[in-house]
């Protein structure tokens, strides 16, 4: 992760991976909210992971899950070719084998394989991404979106008509606080299962 970490602020030189770039701020920000899955993932009992990331950008949560999961499968996608370019040289230069990298937007990238869970971060509104996500993941498969706990009830209300429509529901959502020196935020996965 130091060295992602290290090439994501050489190459914020040149394009706009992030505005983040002090290195606790980062760790907490990035890296541990990226992480956040795990403990949730533990709770609900995963066994063999296939995970799609969409809208990866410089590589979160996929990067941080890769370093901590080599026994996972994950695929990343973004839209913008450099930030995909720049994290598939980065998983290659720090020996990242589980993780693929390929350029591409979620409403336009087809892939015959299927996922059992797929993360967003930062991407949209939660009912775009479930309906989005939902050609893509398996039976029993979940939608993981990374949002801020303080819930939006129109986003919600959106959400919940769009789970419908996909054969989805709304799984309790898992809340996580990260500490960055006396600031406490408060984050939370928002989780839709796909219930045929």
């Excluded at 602020?9 to 394009?15: G, S």
């Excluded at 839209?79 to 290659?92: E, L, P």
């Excluded at 919940?160 to 996909?166: G, I, L, M, P, V």
Aim: include cysteine; glycine fraction near 6%.
């Amino acid at each position: 992760m130091e060295a992602h970490f290290a090439a994501m602020i050489d190459a914020n030189r040149t394009m706009n991976l992030t505005r983040i770039t002090d290195p606790v701020e980062a760790a907490i920000k990035h890296y541990a909210d990226s992480l956040a899955l795990l403990p949730w993932a533990a709770t609900v009992g995963l066994g063999e992971v296939t995970l799609l990331d969409v809208g990866t950008g410089a590589g979160f949560p996929a990067v941080p899950l890769a370093v901590m999961r080599p026994d996972w499968s994950i695929t990343a996608i973004d839209g913008t070719q450099k930030k995909a370019d720049f994290v598939a040289r980065v998983a290659s230069e720090i020996g990242l084998s589980n993780l693929r990298v390929e350029h591409g937007h979620s409403d336009h990238w087809r892939s015959a394989q299927r996922f059992n869970v797929i993360t967003t971060r930062a991407v949209a509104p939660l009912g775009s991404c479930i309906r989005s996500a939902r050609p893509y993941l398996t039976a029993g498969g979940r939608l993981v979106a990374y949002k801020t706990a303080e819930a939006d009830s129109e986003e919600l209300a959106d959400a919940e008509q769009a789970a419908r429509r996909c054969r989805m529901k709304l799984e309790c959502p898992y809340d996580y606080e990260l500490e960055l020196a006396e600031e406490r935020l408060r984050r939370t996965l928002r989780i839709a299962a796909v219930v045929d």
